[in-house]
C-alpha cells in the first residue's frame, strides 16, 4: 500500500527573487535520498512536497527525510476527497489509531483551492467538533498536545496527524564550500554539522602523527564522516601525517607555545588544500575559552597563519550544548571512544593561554614554514566517499 508523506520548509520561503535556487537544490538533495528507497517517488504542488512510498519503508523514508537540511518537518498523510464530512470521517479515524489518546486537541485548516464552499475556519470547526463530540477529546487552541492538520487543495487534500521533526536550514549546496578541520573529538564533528545545515558543502582535512598516534586515530575520523554523511557530508577527506612537523615544531622556544604552533601549522596546511578544493574559508570546532589554546589571544594568534578566513559554529556554546547536540546528530558515542591524536601528542604541562604575535613569529623563525605546509599538503591521503546520498 501507497503511504503520503508531507514535507514542510521553513527559511527556504524567506528568500524572495533567488528562492528557485534554494528549491531546485532541496529537490535535487532530495532525490538523491530517496534513490535509497525502492518505490518512493518526489511530488510538489503549492509550495509543499509529498512523498510516496511503500508502507513497509515508511519509518525508514522518514528517518532519512529527517536528516534532509531545509526541511522542517515530515508528517503521514491520508489523501481524501475536500469534503468536510470525509476530513471529520478520516480525522477520527487516525486519532483513534494513536498509541495514547491526548489530553487536547486543536485543528488546523488549510484551503488553497478557493472554489471549495467553505473557508478554512469553518473546516476547523467542522471537524475540530466532529472529533470533540466523537471522542471527547478537550479542545485547546493556545496549548494543545495534538494538532490535527488539514489541507484542501485543487490537486491534493489531505488529514495528517504528528509531525517527525526535521532539521532545517538551508539545503546542503547553497551556500558555497567549506573545509573543517576533524579531530576525533565531539566539537569538531558538530562544528562541520553545523556548517551543513547553513547550506555549505562541507569536507574534512584530519591531521594524525604516525607512528607515534596508531592506525586507530585514522580509522575514528573515517568513522566520524560516515556518521555525518546521511546528512549530507563530507564527500571527501585529507589526512595529513603530522607526526614529523610536530616534532620540529616542538623544538622551538619558547615550549609553552608548542601549541599555538601546532595549531597555525594545521590552518596552513588545511588552508592549502582547501584552496585546491575551491573552498572558500575553513571551519573548526574551537569554542572560546574551553581549553588553553582557545582563549581569545590564542585563537587571534592561530588564524593569523590561515591563508582563508577562520570559521567557529561552536564559539559561544558551552560543553554541555555540544554534546547534547553530538548525541542529536550521531557523532557522540564515536567521538568518545579512547584514541590518542595529534591534538595532545607532544602537548606542554603549562601551555601559553595569551600569546603575544611577536613571541608568535621569534618561535617560528628559521623555519620555511610555507614550505613545510606545502609538503605536508601534497603528501596527504585522500578517502573518497562513494555512497554519500547527497550531490557533490
Not at 5 to 26: A, D
Not at 220 to 234: D, I, M, N
Amino acid at each position: 500500500m501507497q503511504i503520503h508523506l508531507v514535507l514542510r520548509i521553513g527559511e527556504i520561503f524567506l528568500k524572495k527573487s533567488n528562492r528557485h535556487q534554494f528549491l531546485y537544490q532541496l529537490e535535487r538533495n532530495l532525490r538523491a535520498v530517496l534513490r535509497a528507497h525502492p518505490g518512493s517517488a518526489l511530488q510538489r504542488f503549492h509550495g509543499r512536497y509529498t512523498v510516496t512510498c511503500e508502507d513497509t519503508r515508511q519509518e525508514a523514508v522518514i528517518a532519512s527525510l529527517g536528516r534532509v537540511f531545509g526541511l522542517t518537518s515530515v508528517s503521514p498523510a491520508v489523501p481524501v476527497a475536500p469534503v468536510p464530512e470525509v476530513f471529520a470521517e478520516h480525522a477520527i479515524a487516525l486519532v483513534r489509531e494513536l498509541p495514547c489518546p491526548p489530553a487536547s486537541f486543536c485543528v488546523k485548516a488549510r484551503r488553497t483551492d478557493k472554489r471549495l464552499p467553505f473557508t478554512s475556519v469553518e473546516l476547523e470547526r467542522d471537524v475540530g467538533g466532529a472529533i470533540h463530540e466523537t471522542l471527547g477529546i478537550p479542545v485547546n487552541l493556545t496549548e494543545p498536545e495534538l494538532v490535527v492538520e488539514l489541507h484542501a487543495g485543487q490537486d491534493l487534500s489531505f488529514v495528517c496527524v504528528g509531525r517527525h521533526p526535521a532539521p532545517g536550514g538551508l539545503p546542503v549546496g547553497t551556500s558555497g564550500r567549506l573545509e573543517a578541520l576533524l579531530s576525533g573529538g565531539i566539537d569538531s564533528p558538530v562544528a562541520l554539522w553545523m556548517m551543513l545545515k547553513r547550506g555549505a558543502t562541507v569536507n574534512a582535512t584530519s591531521f594524525y602523527s604516525p607512528p607515534w598516534v596508531g592506525e586507530e586515530a585514522r580509522q575514528k575520523v573515517e568513522a566520524l564522516c560516515r556518521a555525518l554523511r546521511p546528512w549530507g557530508g563530507p564527500n571527501r577527506l585529507h589526512m595529513v601525517a603530522y607526526g614529523e612537523v610536530q616534532k620540529v615544531l616542538r623544538e622551538c622556544r619558547p615550549h609553552k607555545l608548542a601549541t599555538v604552533l601546532y595549531r597555525r601549522m594545521m590552518l596552513r596546511t588545511a588552508g592549502l588544500i582547501a584552496q585546491d578544493n575551491r573552498a572558500l574559508a575553513l571551519v573548526t570546532g574551537e569554542c572560546l575559552g574551553q581549553v588553553a589554546s582557545q582563549t581569545l589571544p590564542n585563537l587571534v594568534a592561530i588564524e593569523e597563519a590561515s591563508p582563508l578566513p577562520v570559521l567557529r559554529p561552536l564559539l559561544g556554546l558551552d560543553k554541555h550544548e555540544v554534546v547534547s547536540l553530538a548525541r542529536r546528530i550521531g557523532t557522540y558515542d564515536t567521538s568518545i571512544i579512547p584514541c590518542a591524536d595529534s591534538c595532545t601528542l607532544f602537548a606542554p604541562d603549562n601551555p601559553e593561554t595569551h600569546a603575544h604575535m611577536d613571541e608568535v613569529h621569534r618561535a617560528e623563525e628559521g623555519l620555511d614554514l610555507h614550505a613545510m605546509a606545502l609538503e605536508l599538503a601534497r603528501a596527504a591521503i585522500c578517502v573518497r566517499f562513494t555512497d554519500d546520498p547527497l550531490p557533490p
